[in-house]
């Protein structure tokens, strides 16, 4: 049984075996400005069902699966409900050169570039977990107790994973946990690629 930030007891929510994916939380601003929106929920759905149909996947991997493209499909109404109520954001005038994406193999030096790119007061290099928790609204980097609320989640989630997969003595044993995202999150990430089977 896991426990909250807080302390309190929280039971482990069952192996997900499907999800329902909808479009009930959207609103009707968000769906008139963006057409696209359908096209949105189609691909989620044929993520799904390739997960459905996949007898290859453990129940953990398919747990895992089905955790993470809900999680992606409700950001993404989230981020679309957001933009739709704050218009004036996308009436703005934004770079033509579209944004700089840096990635690579673990210890390659992506994370360095990534960080020195980020100390041009010109450049705004987003956190990862401003892209991947509660991303909606954004939190100003000078909210510390927001910020830090939005750690306690990532790591509750990392934790429960962990439980899951029963892989978390792998991780800590070669990568100890400090409090800079990059120092687990990005590692963690990098070690997807190269991780074992769930069995």
């Known amino acids: 049984?896991?426990?909250t930030a807080d302390g309190?007891?929280?039971?482990?929510?069952?192996?997900?075996?499907?999800?329902?994916?909808?479009?009930?939380?959207?609103?009707?601003?968000?769906?008139t400005h963006f057409s696209y929106h359908t096209e949105i929920l189609h691909a989620f759905e044929?993520?799904?069902?390739?997960?459905?149909?996949?007898?290859h996947l453990t129940r953990i991997g398919r747990h895992l699966l089905f955790s993470v493209i809900d999680n992606l499909?409700?950001?993404c109404k989230k981020v679309l409900n957001y933009a739709a109520e704050n218009v004036e954001l996308l009436s703005g005038?934004?770079?033509i050169v579209?944004?700089?994406?840096?990635?690579?193999?673990?210890?390659?030096?992506?994370?360095?570039?990534?960080?020195?790119?980020?100390?041009?007061?010109?450049?705004?290099?987003?956190?990862?977990?401003?892209?991947?928790?509660?991303?909606?609204?954004p939190i100003a980097?000078?909210?510390?107790?927001?910020?830090?609320r939005r750690l306690v989640a990532t790591k509750l989630a990392r934790q429960r994973r962990e439980k899951i997969t029963g892989q978390s003595d792998?991780?800590?044993?070669?990568?100890?946990?400090?409090?800079?995202e990059e120092d687990y999150l990005i590692l963690l990430g990098h070690r997807r690629l190269a991780q074992r089977p769930y069995e």
């Open 46 to 55: 044929t993520y799904r069902r390739n997960i459905l149909e996949n007898a």
């Open 93 to 95: 005038t934004f770079p």
């Open 1 to 3: 049984m896991n426990t």
């Open 98 to 137: 579209g944004p700089l994406t840096i990635f690579g193999l673990p210890r390659s030096g992506t994370t360095f570039l990534y960080n020195l790119l980020a100390c041009d007061p010109n450049c705004r290099a987003p956190l990862l977990t401003e892209m991947s928790v509660e991303c909606v609204p």
């Open 141 to 148: 980097r000078s909210d510390s107790v927001k910020q830090e």
């Open 73 to 75: 499909h409700t950001t």
């Open 170 to 180: 792998e991780m800590v044993a070669a990568h100890p946990i400090h409090a800079v």
């Open 8 to 31: 309190i007891p929280m039971e482990d929510p069952p192996l997900l075996t499907d999800v329902t994916l909808h479009e009930d939380d959207l609103t009707q601003e968000a769906m």
